[in-house]
């Protein structure tokens, strides 16, 4: 595996996946992933600060 693939690329979230910064279902907008060095697999997050994360909540119940 390239040492490229650990870096934090930014990702369009075309299939649903699951931010292990954040809660939910992400899909169809731009994530951050890049591969986990012990699994071997894709780790996604979403740097999203806490006001952005309360912001979105609170349009979602309104």
């Known amino acids: 595996m390239r040492s490229g693939d650990y870096i934090w690329h930014k990702f369009y979230a075309w299939r649903p996946v ?24 894709w780790v996604y997050r979403s740097f999203r600060t806490k006001s952005e994360k309360e912001v979105e909540q609170m349009n979602r119940l309104f």
């Open 18 to 41: 699951f931010p292990s910064d954040d809660h939910g279902i992400f899909w169809l907008e731009y994530l951050w992933r890049r591969r986990d060095k012990h699994r071997h697999c």
